[in-house]
């Protein structure tokens, strides 16, 4: 980008945002301390090896005072503060100090993410609390752990006043990620999917860590409120006009495409399911995945420093959509079908960032963390019901059961909305939102971007109701999943319905579901205080223009209405009315020579994980092999042993001195005291050559 | 008598291995445990007392009276800033841990291992406290002994052919940084020639480090730093070890025992980085930035081959072994970007690797003695074994990893944005490295993960998996799980680590003073040879 465009940009970049210049309340930090105390509570209950649910309870409560807190923090709010705990960072040289301290930098970007993240993360604690209770005095103290750490590094990462904070909370929730998806640590496919998410998540981290350095390098600081003064005031060095500050928004990019599973790192997402299924809810659905959003908000007045960075956040986060939702259609494990749901979805999520309506975005992510924590919740109860039973083939006619009304029901309201049906959805609003913007929005190719999203909604809206039409409607059957317990081994299995915590969790969060449809203003609101509102002008201008079709935000409601109620139209006739058919529909194409590869290329994902295996892995892997026997025979063996050798070999050459005649051996003496005489005295001329040659001029 | 105070820290370990000889073998882990324990309490308190820790100054300057070599310039001086005492902090700490952490690993010929022990305690303090060339080789090589008879009696199976190339392969290394030093004092000696009445002269030598580090600084010519500079080089670099210089570290390693292989990767290595901290830098400003990119070139090098290596490893203490070389490639990173974040991160990896790999060498000697296997081929999913020890072995790899909030993390963003911003226009401390040196240097974080979550993923987790146990060495078997002692080993290490991940502020500031001192030279040094290349350029 060249400074003429930089210059045509500042207007944009001085939209004013307030920049925090005040201290917040102290009593703040607490939101951070209760999840640690709580760690080091569920610590001392797995050290004490407590048998009953008292972490748990723990989690719960410090979790819910970390959540009021929040929720005081909010009311009390007036203008963005920074709040500050401890020092961490803060080494200084000539007249310089690189700083970073355990401090909160809160404005409303920081407050709409707590208040989801602290909220959720309690009832979903709350939750756990019964879902994991056959694991009471083995794993319980160690999950609840996981869980607290997760949303003290959650916390952190969302209330951080600077980078290298947002950076510990980053790899933080990553790693309570590794730690939670590994919980059942026996099980090899666990741990293999805990190290892949850890791993990939780590290549997103390298490019956040350079994205670090860069702007420390670039502005001087790394602490936001001066970052956002500089950029506001266009001050930063001159040689920051230059490359480096604009490499800043795709490293970025690339972070949050790690932790938020875009592509083309979106690969250890479907495999995180290995975890219990309220960290998927939590962690792999409603929050940390998110992360990469809030990045891109908070960040968002660096993002506009070049201009084909926000096309890019687009374009990758609406081909993500149309891609995982292809893999979802054929999918069978409906933990993985949402799986790949949440990977598109945050792909309408970055499309929205993109297309700089990072409110659109922003309502999306809130009202995504709703529906689609009631849909793992829900698939949880069922995994819980049935032995572990995952697959949408074995089990059906769930809402006609005894004990499943509320679990049936609570899935089809989010169902619903996660496939966008109209009006009585939050689904439907927040999406609309950012499909309206892809078609009113000028840049390359940004039509075609609006239908590939036009398009998602429709796979969307019949990828959701399969699920729902295969396991919660039609007759009566079901096959218990292999982790019978004790209980079931003799006789007849039988279901065992969620009690009354479960019930009441999938309710609480429903409403919320509900009531997130009417605060789209307010999340507008919200964000327009906020680090990200520097994309809120660009909004604005695409509003010009007359006439109903020519605005798309007069349009969009109907079109994607209509979509999502064809998708689920399609859904209702493949899955419940003629079930068949889906099967002679896939037999169909299996049979056509021409289209045999694509059910069997989106049932295989695409087989993106095996390019990425033979690409990437495969060879490093073969290198770590050849290094290693290269390091082992040639350089130590051959290279190392044989410089050792010369001496020998040299030896070896005055070895008939050494014959045991004793004339010989006066000779060599006489002939030693005359090469130590000539030494003596040819030394010194010897080392003023030496110091001659070595030392050149002073 | 000034001078007993430092000295004592040699003398009290000395004097416990003169105790030892003495005393009945069931007594000697006491006594080893007492003498390193006082010591340890001893070196609190000179640390404590220390009143240069703000200000880069030396302090604890003192010599050892009439030894009978001052006319050839060669003293027993002492003296300590804030670098050297942190480096003593750090031995003193891990020397007693390894005595209590050997109590039931050996069994054979004990009053000589823990006299050792001791002995190698005085030596590598020595070399922290030394002020005078000759004093600090001595204590330098000294140290080989000890770790010498350490690996080939109480070693593994292939412990003759790992201890010989250990000895040989660092004593060529450092014989040539000696030939690189004396040539200093050399050219000191006879620029500083007294001339006498009558018409001759005489050299008039000092050994003193101050003294020619300046004089190095001030005087030598850029022919001649860089030919110092590579001598020097030959003996550090050994001692880091860097690529290719290593291939002694993962033979060593494997075969020593448990307590050999903490010492060596906590301390022997960082004599080789506090060597470039002590000499190279300061002493050959001229060469070591034209040399820069070159070194930084070697340790990236490093970082990545050894981190492959690492991540297709079957032994356990090969690969922490290779891990070792990998991280302080970092290390020596830092020190040539030649700016204070850079020097920061630096010194602080020295005290975090010396905690972090020290206590994974400790848990894998812990697997060692209950199963006589450090294979990972047949170990695997301990955590069902013995969930203690789990914790702690994900604990440390976590630290290693450079997991935010414990200490690796913090040294290593230091080292990698000081080589970020190491750019020769930068404008308060430029330099010669820069962004794409820090990129690729970060791989290693990503290599890092790869390596040390394959190796926790086998050996901690996945199904359980062990050896058919042989029966131990020694009569009495340790329980499944680590016993109290094995924790107290471990926990000062653990609490460390969470406690500098949290707080590296005092340590950066003790440093501060310290580390811009020994930088004064270089921001105008690069700005001329960059100068001079755009010249030529």
């Known amino acids: 980008m060249t400074l003429a465009t930089l210059a045509m940009l500042a207007p944009r970049l001085a939209h004013e945002f307030p920049v925090a210049d005040a201290a917040g309340p102290e009593w703040a930090a607490w939101i951070l301390w209760l999840p640690a105390l709580s760690t080091v509570l569920c610590g001392m209950c797995a050290a004490l090896r407590v048998r009953n649910k008292l972490p748990a309870w723990i989690t719960v409560s410090l979790l819910s005072g970390s959540f009021i807190l929040t929720a005081m923090l909010f009311a009390g709010y007036e203008q963005p503060v920074t709040i500050h705990l401890v020092d961490w960072f803060g080494i200084t040289w000539s007249d310089t100090t690189f700083v970073a301290n355990f401090a909160f930098y809160v404005d409303r970007l920081t407050l709409l993410w707590m208040l989801f993240v602290t909220g959720l993360g309690t009832l979903i604690a709350l939750y756990a609390g019964e879902y994991m209770e056959g694991d009471v005095g083995a794993g319980y103290s160690r999950f609840f752990a996981g869980i607290s750490v997760f949303l003290f590094a959650m916390t952190a990462l969302v209330m951080a006043d600077n980078l290298l904070m947002l950076y510990l909370g980053w790899e933080g929730v990553g790693f309570a990620s590794y730690w939670l998806i590994g919980y059942y640590y026996r099980k090899p496919s666990a741990v293999a999917a805990a190290k892949k998410a850890f791993i990939v998540n780590r290549i997103g981290d390298l490019g956040l860590a350079l994205a670090v350095y860069l702007t420390w390098h670039a502005f001087g600081t790394v602490q936001y409120a001066e970052l956002f003064a500089a950029v506001q005031a266009n001050d930063f060095s001159a040689e920051a006009g230059g490359w480096s500050v604009q490499a800043i928004p795709f490293l970025l990019m690339l972070a949050a495409f790690g932790k938020s599973a875009q592509l083309p790192l979106y690969v250890w997402l479907p495999d995180a399911m290995e975890g219990p299924t309220p960290v998927s809810a939590l962690i792999h659905a409603a929050t940390m995945v998110t992360a990469g959003v809030f990045l891109l908000c908070r960040m968002f007045p660096l993002m506009v420093l070049n201009e084909l960075a926000l096309p890019v956040v687009a374009w990758v986060g609406g081909l993500t959509a149309l891609f995982a939702a292809s893999i979802a259609m054929a999918q069978h494990d409906i933990k993985r079908i949402f799986a790949y749901s949440t990977i598109s979805q945050l792909g309408y999520m970055f499309l929205g960032v993109g297309l700089f309506t990072t409110a659109g975005a922003a309502y999306h992510v809130f009202t995504h963390a709703f529906f689609k924590a009631v849909l793992f919740l829900t698939a949880g109860a069922v995994m819980h019901g049935f032995a572990g039973q995952i697959d949408l083939r074995k089990v059906s006619g769930l809402r006609h059961m005894p004990g499943w009304r509320v679990t049936s029901y609570t899935m089809l309201y989010a169902c619903m909305c996660l496939a966008g049906v109209p009006l009585v959805t939050n689904g439907f609003w927040s999406k609309d939102a950012i499909m309206a913007e892809a078609f009113a929005a000028v840049g390359p190719g940004y039509t075609a971007l609006a239908i590939i999203a036009l398009v998602t909604a429709l796979l969307t809206a019949y990828y959701t109701f399969r699920v729902w039409f295969r396991v919660c409607a039609g007759p009566v059957h079901y096959e218990p999943g292999l982790e019978q317990h004790g209980d079931a081994a003799g006789g007849a299995f039988h279901p065992r319905p969620p009690r009354l915590v479960i019930n009441l969790v999938l309710l609480t969060i429903s409403a919320g579901a509900v009531a997130s449809i009417f605060c789209a203003e307010w999340i507008n609101g919200m964000i327009e205080g906020s680090t990200a509102a520097g994309g809120l002008p660009a909004v604005h201008e695409a509003h010009e223009g007359a006439g109903v079709w020519s605005d798309p935000h007069a349009w969009m409601p109907y079109v994607a209405g209509a979509v999502g109620l064809v998708g689920i139209a399609i859904a209702w006739y493949l899955h419940l009315a003629n079930r068949t058919a889906a099967d002679d529909l896939k037999r169909a194409l299996q049979g056509n020579v021409v289209s045999a590869w694509l059910p069997r290329a989106m049932e295989n994902k695409w087989y993106v994980d095996e390019l990425y295996h033979g690409l990437i892995r495969a060879p490093l892997w073969l290198l770590g092999h050849i290094l290693n026997l290269l390091d082992r025979y040639v350089l130590d063996m051959v290279i190392v042993d044989g410089v050792a050798r010369i001496p020998r070999m040299l030896g070896r050459g005055f070895q008939p001195l050494a014959n045991g005649v004793l004339q010989s051996y006066a000779v060599s003496m006489v002939g030693g005291v005359a090469l130590i005489a000539i030494l003596v005295f040819v030394m010194p001329e010897f080392l003023e050559m030496l110091n001659g040659w070595i030392g050149g001029a002073r | ?537």
């Open chain 2, 1 to 537: 008598m000034t001078w007993l105070w430092p000295a004592l820290l040699l003398l009290v370990p000395l004097a416990g291995a003169v105790a030892i000889m003495f005393a009945p073998a069931r007594q000697a882990k006491w006594i080893a445990l007492l003498a390193t324990t006082i010591t340890f309490v001893h070196s609190v308190i000179v640390a404590v007392a220390f009143e240069h820790w703000h200000d880069g100054g030396f302090d604890l300057e003192a010599v050892v009276p009439s030894l009978g070599m001052e006319s050839m310039g060669i003293a027993v001086r002492f003296g300590a800033d804030s670098v050297s005492l942190l480096l003593v902090l750090l031995t003193t700490l891990l020397v007693p841990l390894c005595v209590w952490g050997s109590f039931s690993a050996i069994s054979r010929r004990v009053k000589e291992y823990y006299g050792w022990l001791l002995v190698i305690e005085a030596a590598m303090v020595g070399v922290f406290l030394a002020r005078d060339v000759i004093f600090f080789y001595v204590c330098f090589e000294f140290t080989l002994i000890p770790m010498y008879f350490l690996i080939a009696i109480w070693g593994s199976s292939n412990r003759s052919r790992a201890c010989i190339k250990f000895f040989l392969f660092t004593f060529t290394g450092s014989l040539i940084a000696l030939a690189g030093l004396l040539y200093v004092a050399w050219q000191y000696a006879e620029i500083n020639a007294v001339f006498e009445p009558g018409g001759g002269s005489h050299l008039s030598w000092t050994f003193d480090i101050a003294t020619l580090t300046s004089f190095a600084a001030g005087t030598l010519s850029a022919s001649e730093q860089r030919w110092v500079l590579v001598a020097l080089m030959a003996g550090f670099a050994v001692k880091v070890p860097l690529f290719p210089l290593h291939t002694w570290l993962p033979l060593a390693h494997t075969e020593a025992p448990a307590a050999g292989s903490v010492l060596l990767a906590g301390v022997l290595l960082k004599l080789g980085t506090y060597g470039l901290y002590r000499f190279v830098l300061p002493m050959v400003p001229v060469a070591v930035v034209e040399y820069a990119p070159v070194i930084a070139v070697i340790s990236i090098i490093g970082i990545l081959y050894a981190a492959l290596i690492c991540w297709v490893q079957d032994d356990l203490k090969r690969l922490v072994a290779y891990s070792s070389v990998s991280h302080l490639g970092f290390c020596v990173l830092g020190l040539v970007a030649l700016n204070p974040l850079g020097a920061q991160g630096a010194v602080l990896y020295m005290i975090n690797h010396g905690l972090s790999t020290g206590a994974l060498f400790f848990l894998i000697g812990m697997i060692y003695e209950r199963y006589h296997s450090r294979d990972m081929a047949e170990l695997g999913g301990l955590a069902a074994r013995m969930p203690v020890w789990g914790f702690f072995m994900v604990f440390f790899t976590l630290a290693s990893v450079g997991l935010p909030g414990l200490n690796g993390f913090v040294s290593e963003m230091l080292c990698l944005i000081g080589t970020f911003t190491a750019s020769a226009t930068a404008e308060v401390y430029p330099g010669r490295l820069g962004p794409w040196y820090a990129a690729a240097a970060g791989v290693g974080m990503i290599f890092a993960a790869m390596y040390l979550l394959m190796m926790v993923g086998k050996v901690v987790f996945g199904p359980l998996k062990e050896p058919v146990v042989r029966e131990p060495a020694q009569g009495r078997a340790l329980p499944p799980d680590l016993c109290w002692r094995e924790i107290g080993v471990l926990i000062p290490l653990a609490v460390l680590c969470l406690y500098l991940g949290f707080q590296p502020k005092p340590v950066t500031d003790a440093a501060a003073g310290s580390i811009e001192t020994m930088l004064s030279a270089y921001p105008q040094e690069v700005r001329r040879y960059v100068a001079r290349e755009s010249a030529d350029g």
